[in-house]
């Protein structure tokens, strides 16, 4: 089926119809959890729909672009199975629906990546992974693709050496490349054979000295056969510490068209054009779209946003999961204290914090939704894709 | 304990310094807000490292302070020193810099 939106309508809704359905990449689901967002609205404290967290902060790559380089707390707890399992049980107690492994680590290094998922969806929550997929192996996958809701690999570049100079140690080192590729093309056979309803995705986290990239990032999404190949913005923290120039986008406004003019009906080449043109400054200055998706440090920290896991936003540490059980700190003063810091005056989104980060559309929603700009409604259609993942 | 979210939070101004902050040298900043710490033993080990224009204090503290525990001992001490001696003061720890051996060959400093 051909994306019958237009290009027009597209960037109104941010939806790209596929195969399977609705997708949407580059805006907020919270439409699809309006009860949640009656719940907030009338002050109650809401559980987060969705969180986003790592098993470890450990990870083999050395990407150019990985926030995780400013995402250091004080400590790095070592996360056991029986706690990762204990958070799931925590998690359905409370009611989070979706938990994506992305955040500051490689979770399929963890020895909790296997049964973390596999509890998760017997207890009814989705999980969604990003992953490099140099350790995602036949018999790993083979475990996991089946319960889980989307995977979505990073993918620099689309060129081996490009891939292996922004990811790995230089140009030279492709084996990296070739290991990912191979493991991607497992799984899309995999998903064929077994009529999966994951979905797999590639990802391009856009820097601007890498723009040569974009196109055979889109053509190498295609030839793979994934569902989706995403190319968005790099993150930031507020000091430029990554040195993103976010004045260079716009000059590849026109190679962003020319890729997302390669979408076939098996492949939807997708850019994330509202954080793009967003150019690293939000409209916001209050802060609460962590209330709706939390982060969680591969570290076992728990804070409201991976820009706050940093020793220097110690202030806004609500606990650690290694230590206490996630729902006590759900639970305690500490964590509605923090959050509510967040959405003081005392907190400015637009000079205290990183660019852009995973909460940017669910809180930019809820900042227009209560200055009236812009009206959060209940949806009256069917759910989207990944509807649990914010 | 309500959430905040009134407009009038969503389109506050958060406080810029006062000039009377901005009077002060970074060292009597220091001096003003080092004094404060010492009446509360609870502070035993904070050192304040800097304290610019914009009133953005950051502090060194030597001790290890429990996840559960620093959020609102820190939050307090803002509170407190916004209360006490400037509005637009806002606290923050020293970095920590990456522990990733491989990826510290990228050369990212803070």
């Known amino acids: 089926m051909q994306n019958t939106l237009s290009k027009s309508e597209k960037y109104i809704s941010n ?3 596929t195969k399977e359905g609705k997708l949407i990449l580059d805006s907020h689901k919270l439409s699809y959890h309006f009860d949640r967002v009656e719940a907030w609205e009338s002050g109650e ?38 706690q990762a399992l204990e958070l799931i049980d925590d998690f359905a107690e409370v009611g989070v629906k979706g938990i994506s492994l992305i955040s500051d680590g490689e979770s399929t290094l963890s020895k909790a990546y296997v049964p973390f998922i596999e509890h998760a969806s017997n207890v009814g929550i989705d999980v969604g992974n990003a992953t490099n997929g140099w350790e995602w192996e036949p018999e790993k996958i083979d475990q996991v693709l089946p319960h889980l809701t989307w995977v ?30 191979k493991h991607i093309k497992y799984a899309v056979d995999l998903k064929k054979k077994l009529n999966l309803k994951v979905t797999l995705g590639i990802q391009m986290v856009l820097m601007p000295k890498f723009k040569d990239e974009i196109i055979p990032f889109a053509k190498l999404a295609v030839d793979l056969g994934v569902d989706y190949g995403v190319i968005k913005h790099c993150s930031d923290d507020e000091f430029g510490t990554l040195g993103v120039d976010y ?25 994330k054009w509202d954080k793009i043109k967003d150019k690293g400054k939000p409209s916001y200055k209050r802060f609460y779209g962590p209330q709706f998706l939390l982060q969680i440090s591969g570290s076992g920290l728990i804070a409201p946003s991976g820009m706050f896991f940093n020793a220097r936003y110690s202030k806004l540490h609500m606990g650690n999961f290694a230590d206490e059980r996630f729902k006590d700190v759900f639970k305690s003063e500490r964590y509605w204290k923090i959050m509510n810091y967040l959405a003081s005056p005392s907190f400015d989104a637009q000079t205290m914090m990183g660019t852009l980060p995973i909460q940017h559309y669910v809180s930019k929603a809820l900042d227009d939704h209560i200055k009236g700009e812009k009206k959060i409604v209940r949806a009256s259609d069917k759910d989207p894709l990944h509807v649990n993942f914010l | 304990m309500q959430n905040f979210i009134t407009k009038e939070f969503s389109h506050a101004p958060s406080p810029i310094s006062s000039r009377e902050w901005k009077n002060k040298s970074e060292k009597e900043r220091i001096m003003m807000i080092s004094e404060k710490l010492k009446l509360n033993n609870l502070y035993d080990g904070f050192e304040v490292m800097n304290a610019d224009d ?12 429990p996840a559960s525990e620093r959020g609102v001992l820190l939050l307090d001490l803002e509170s407190f020193l916004k209360d006490s001696i400037e509005e637009a003061i806002t606290i923050w720890l020293e970095p920590v810099g990456d522990k990733s051996k491989l990826r510290n060959l990228r050369g990212i400093t803070f």
Not at chain 1, 58 to 76: H, K, L, T
Not at chain 2, 54 to 65: F, G, T
Request: aromatic residues 8%; glycine residues 2%; positive net charge.
């Open chain 1, 15 to 17: 939806t790209i119809n």
């Open chain 1, 45 to 82: 404290r809401i559980a987060p729909i969705s969180v986003d967290m790592a098993l470890t902060r450990a990870c083999g790559a050395m990407c150019s672009f990985c926030y995780a380089m400013v995402q250091e707390p004080q400590e790095r707890s070592s996360i056991k199975v029986k």
């Open chain 1, 152 to 181: 979505r690999f990073t993918c620099a570049a689309g060129t081996p050496e490009g891939y292996s100079k922004i990811m790995f140690k230089s140009k030279d080192h492709t084996e990296v490349f070739d290991r990912a590729m």
């Open chain 1, 247 to 271: 004045s260079k986008y716009e000059e590849m406004y026109d190679l962003l068209e020319k890729a997302e003019s390669l979408t076939n009906e098996t492949t939807k080449i997708i850019v």
């Open chain 2, 54 to 65: 914009r009133a953005q204090i950051i502090i060194k503290v030597e001790k290890v302070i």
